[in-house]
């Protein structure tokens, strides 16, 4: 069809599992992919699967793709991307935690470098994207996978990344919860869709009214005396939720270690 749109070549080095989680939810949007060979079980296995193609090597991955997703080892990217057949007006995609994108640049050039936060949700195209700097072309990407959020400033991305950690660290609270509903009784699986169900709903509450603090929205729906304030006595008396805030420090301190 003469007017359809070009649909970028979406190249992959680095399939380990997040890799693996791009190409699951790319190939939905019936991107066209390219993955490097390293892990050849894998990249076979997805291959076959997603019907997506296996470069000879990470030379060919670049010179036959638009975008690249550099998915290795953080202290591998700048390695790894160096001395590529990188060209002008191509995308450069680090999503390895802490490393700059000075570094990234220096790799790539020509191309153009960015940074990015992807997670397994993408997969589901479900995925919330933080990247910098902004490009349409990476836009639509993450847009497409779930939702993009592009920054501008590399030191507003470095916070921004830290909630690809919060997003581990939910599955754990899911987990607390839904173990104490099964020593109750209730079956495992059910509690596990109930328990994530409301969070869900509690994003999407949070999401629709974003101008008020999300403490705010919980105020108003407190009853003194009620079953949801007595939960809350016993985590803010414990300092169970000021915990969050240390469990993010660390994860960001651990990022500017990697640097």
Known sequence: MSGAKHRPTVGIIGVGFLGQCLVEGL???????????????????????????????NSEVVAKSDLVILATLPKDIAITAKNLPWRNNQC?????????????????????????????????????????????????????????HPLEEETN???????????????ALIDEASNWAELHGL??????????????????????????????????LLTTGGITEAGLKVLDLTGGLQKWQQALNSSLNRSRELE
């Open 27 to 57: 190939s939905k949007l019936n991107r066209n992919i390219i993955l490097s060979p390293r892990n050849l079980k894998r990249t076979a296995a997805l291959s076959k699967r997603f019907n997506c193609t296996v470069a000879k090597n």
């Open 92 to 148: 450069a995609i680090s999503i390895a935690a802490g490393i700059r994108l000075s570094a990234i640049k220096e790799a790539v050039q020509p191309a153009k470098a960015f940074r990015a936060m992807p997670i397994s949700a993408v997969r589901l195209l479900e995925g919330p994207t933080a990247f910098q700097p902004n490009d349409e072309r990476i836009f639509e990407l993450f847009d497409d996978l779930g939702s993009a």
């Open 157 to 171: 991305f470095e916070i921004a990344s830290i909630f690809g950690a919060f997003y581990g660290y939910t599955h």
């Open 187 to 220: 079956d495992a699986r059910y509690t596990r869709v109930l328990v994530s169900r409301m969070l869900s709903s509690a994003a999407a509450n949070v999401i629709e009214n974003n101008s008020d603090r999300p403490r705010k929205l919980l105020d108003d």
